[in-house]
Structures are given as structure tokens and as C-alpha cells.
């Protein structure tokens, strides 16, 4: 082909039996495959990999030269490598922790149980006959003696029938007294043999007879008496009256008509319920005559309301809650027990003397079951398991694995181990005053931080001041700064400010 040939002699194929320009006759010419692909593939290889590169030498950069480490940070790494002072032998800070002594003391032994305040006399005041309530003698809320007035029933239908039985009774003693001075003529005529001794004993019985009306009528006299004396209603025990149920001018039904409650509060009395495994040691402490005192504490179980005396013991346990109930007695002179309310109650069965007691916060429960981290010398803590007896809320008896004397930690246990080394920053309560040596440890705990704690924060160096001069550069600084660094720099900035 000619060099003004629109046909390309590099990328054209040949054929076999085609004869090429610069061929002489008889050349015999090879056969060829299709070209080679487009060398633009491998230049795009070539380029992702140069990408690559560029972002692993980006990323390694921003480790080393954008996030520096604190100078403290790099003095941790270097006290860990030579097992500086205030590390462990395994280069680990000293833990801040606060301690307890284990001292001897007496715990008592509390039962508790939900109980509600029951009065020992509630009592529905109703009329015992029927009538109109002419008078009302009480009022809502008040404290009342008992035989104390309450209210008043209409008397005059009653007065009348009294006055009517009364009269029937004078005629029935009068006709009474007639037969007996009859019968007392019949029998001396019958001594001298004037009238047989049938008419001697007709007299006798119609003296009985007679004798029986006079009873009868005296009954219902008697009766109606006692029915003008249910008139007035008076209160039937001590106690505070609620409010009426009815109003004065209302006609009251006999026994169905109810006018107020009245509720004994001096004393009240708290029922309450305790699981049956409970039952032979409260029955153990009763048959011995001891008096065991309860605590009423409120809803919240946290404010003591009333103190007072168990009572008695139910005769039986329930079946459908394994529960057995209790009756104790409170004076209530303050009034603070109300009929109803719900109390928890607490019962002191006995109480453990001079026993080794730990605070409740040192003991933990983990793989070697209960335990305690008991402190050896003043910079290292073991673990210590233990076996636990009668605790009153905060205090816990042990009664194998501590003896009085020993020291136990109770603050700062989330990160401590077998072995730990430790610090005491706090003892039975209070500061203690920290040493030199516990500054520099504290310094370097700080900089390796807990082990939990970011990454970000712990590599953040401290922030050098801020002039007005330089708050254009500051601000490009923060716009190319770690996210922590930016965070340091705007909580100095306001106390340079001041």
C-alpha cells in the first residue's frame, strides 16, 4: 500500500496467499495473528497502582506528622518500656482506689415483708330500729370516747307503745291480783268442806294463767324501753369517726342503714407476710418469750414511720403464696400510721454480736463466687474469696475468708485485678493525703488514660496559647487539626479570654 492509503499498514491483518508491495515473486510469507491490544489498558494499570501508593504514603503522613503524640503520651511509652516508677511489673499505672478496715461490731438479723396498717376495730354504725334521724352529733373526722353520742332516731312512736304496754300491764296485775285473793277464799272453804277440790284447782290455774299475761306484758314494756334507748346511737369504741353516710331527716331502716364509720388508730395494728422458711425462727423467738420489735418504713422503704411490737402469728400458712401472716402492734400516738396504708414492714429476729463486718460496696461476685480485693502492704491488692453471712443494708457480716484488721477496697474495683498495683487516695471514708510519688503516678495514669478510653483523647497534645495576633492562624490551624486538638483549643480560648 501506498503511504497516502487511508488504511493503516501497522494494524492491518494479513492473509496467507496475500502478496505485500515490497514482496518479490516467489517469497513465500508467513501467517500472522490479529495485533496486540491497545497498550492503553496497561497504562490504566499503572496509574491505579500509582494511586495506591499515594494513599498509603497520605495515610501514613497523617499518622506520624498530622496527630503527634503529647509529650506525656510519649514519656508513658518510654516508662513503659523500662518499668518506670508507679507502674506495675507488667507497666501498668497505679490505681486511685479508697479502702475499708474490717472491724468487729454487731448486725441484727431483719426480716422483711410487705404488710398493710389494719386497725384493730373498724366499725359501721347502723340503727338497730327504723325511724326518721332527727339529729346528727358528730362531726367528719372527729376523735370520739367510747359511748360518745353520735345521732339521734325519732323516740315518739316508741314512748307511745311503751305507754300503751304499760297499761296493759297494769290490767293484767290487777286481774292477777284478783284470782290469787280468790283462790285464797277456795282454799279455806275447801278445808272446812264447803266446795269440792275442783274449784279449788280451777282457781289455781287461772292464777298461773294470769301470772304468765303479767309476764308477757312486762316483756313488752321492757321492749319498748330498750327501743327508745336504741334511739340515741352512741359510738361503740374509741376511734375517729369518717364521714356520714347519711343526712338528718332521712328515714333509717333497722340494720340496713349505714350513718358512719368509726376506726380505732389508738393502738393500730400492721399485718404483714413473711415467707414460710422464715416461720421456725420467728416461732423459735416467740416461744422463748422474747419481745421482737418491727419497723414500719414507708412505700419507698427509706423513712421510718413507726416502731412497735409483734403481736401474734397466724395459726396457718397460705398455700397459694407460701406466706405465713404477722400482727404487730403500734402505739400511733402521732397519728402516722392511716388505716390501709401500705408499709414495709421489718422484723428483728436476733442479732449477730461482735462479728467481723465489711462494707457492702467491697463485695463482688464474679468466677471465684463472692470475693472481696483484700490490700497487702499499701500498693497491691489480691483477690480474696469470702463467704458472707447476715447483712444489714450497707454492713455485711463475714464469716470465713477476712479477718478484723484486714483491708478491703470499696471504691475503684472496676479495673482491678490479681496483682493490681494500687494507690490509696481514700480510707474509712476520707481523704487521704496524697505523696509525691502518688502525683507522679497520677500524671502518668492520666496520660495512658483507662483502657476504654478513645484513642483521639488520649493522643492530644496540649494546646499552646492563643494570642490576638495569632486568631487568623489559630483558626486555620483548626480548620486542618484533629478533631480532639480543635476540642482542647476551644476550652482554652475563653480562660485566656478572661
Known amino acids: 500500500m501506498n503511504e497516502t492509503s487511508p488504511i493503516r499498514t501497522e494494524t492491518a491483518r494479513e492473509y496467507p496467499g496475500t502478496v505485500r508491495g515490497d514482496a518479490r515473486p516467489g517469497d513465500v510469507l508467513p501467517r500472522e495473528t490479529r495485533a496486540a491490544p491497545p497498550a492503553r489498558r496497561s497504562r490504566a494499570g499503572l496509574w491505579f497502582i500509582l494511586l495506591l501508593i499515594l494513599a498509603g504514603a497520605g495515610y501514613a503522613g497523617y499518622r506520624f506528622y498530622l496527630a503527634p503524640k503529647s509529650e506525656t503520651q510519649v514519656a508513658a511509652t518510654s516508662g513503659r518500656g523500662k518499668g518506670g516508677g508507679g507502674r ?71 314512748e307511745a307503745q311503751l305507754a300503751q304496754y304499760q297499761g296493759q300491764l297494769m290490767r293484767d296485775q290487777a286481774l292477777l291480783q284478783n284470782s290469787k285473793l280468790d283462790l285464797a277464799r277456795f282454799q279455806r272453804l275447801s278445808q272446812q268442806d264447803s266446795i269440792s277440790k275442783q274449784n279449788v284447782d280451777t282457781q289455781g290455774a287461772l292464777v298461773k294463767q294470769n301470772e304468765g299475761t303479767v309476764a308477757a306484758d312486762q316483756a313488752l314494756v321492757d321492749q319498748q324501753k330498750l327501743n327508745i334507748t336504741y334511739t340515741r346511737i352512741i359510738s361503740p369504741v374509741e376511734g375517729r369517726v369518717g364521714l356520714r353516710q347519711i343526712d338528718q331527716g332521712n328515714y333509717v331502716t333497722a340494720a340496713s ?14 399485718v404483714f407476710t413473711l415467707p414460710e422458711d422464715d416461720v421456725a425462727r420467728v416461732m423459735r423467738r416467740v416461744r422463748s418469750g422474747a419481745k421482737l420489735a418491727v419497723t414500719a418504713y414507708d412505700r419507698g422503704d427509706t423513712n421510718v414511720i413507726a416502731t412497735g411490737v409483734l403481736d401474734t402469728v397466724d395459726n396457718q400458712i397460705d398455700t397459694t403464696t407460701g406466706t405465713v401472716k404477722l400482727r404487730a402492734i403500734f402505739e400511733n400516738q402521732d397519728d402516722a400510721l392511716f388505716p390501709n396504708q401500705f408499709v414495709n414492714a421489718k422484723l428483728t429476729v ?29 500498693d497491691k491488692v489480691v483477690v480474696r474469696p469470702v463467704k458472707l453471712g447476715e447483712a444489714d443494708g450497707v454492713r455485711t457480716v463475714v464469716t470465713e475468708g477476712l479477718n478484723v484488721g484486714d483491708r478491703v477496697v470499696v471504691d475503684g474495683t472496676d479495673r482491678l485485678r490479681d496483682g493490681a498495683p494500687v494507690r490509696i487516695t481514700e480510707e474509712g471514708g476520707k481523704p487521704r493525703n496524697a505523696s509525691p510519688r502518688d502525683h507522679a503516678a497520677d500524671a502518668q495514669g492520666k496520660a495512658v488514660g483507662s483502657q476504654g478510653a478513645p484513642a483521639e483523647a488520649q493522643s492530644t497534645p496540649a494546646a499552646a496559647p492563643v494570642t490576638e495576633g495569632a486568631k487568623p492562624d489559630a483558626a486555620k490551624a483548626d480548620a486542618v487539626a484533629p478533631e480532639g486538638q480543635k476540642r482542647e483549643r476551644r476550652r482554652q480560648r475563653p480562660a485566656e479570654a478572661q
Open 88 to 158: 506495675g511489673g507488667h507497666g501498668e499505672p497505679a490505681q486511685a482506689v479508697g479502702i475499708a478496715t474490717i472491724a468487729p461490731g454487731d448486725v441484727p438479723i431483719v426480716l422483711a415483708g410487705l404488710g398493710t396498717v389494719t386497725p384493730l376495730a373498724t366499725v359501721t354504725v347502723r340503727s338497730q330500729i327504723s325511724g326518721y334521724l332527727t339529729e346528727i352529733g358528730f362531726r367528719e373526722g372527729q376523735t370520739v370516747k367510747k359511748g360518745d353520742f353520735l345521732a339521734q332516731i325519732d323516740s315518739r312512736p316508741y
Open 257 to 270: 342503714t349505714s350513718i358512719v364509720v368509726v376506726t380505732q388508730l389508738h393502738p393500730i395494728s400492721v
Open 350 to 378: 436476733d442479732t449477730v454480736r461482735d462479728a467481723p463486718i465489711v462494707p457492702t460496696a467491697a463485695i463482688l461476685r464474679g468466677t471465684p463466687g463472692t470475693y472481696v480485693y483484700l490490700l497487702q502492704g499499701d
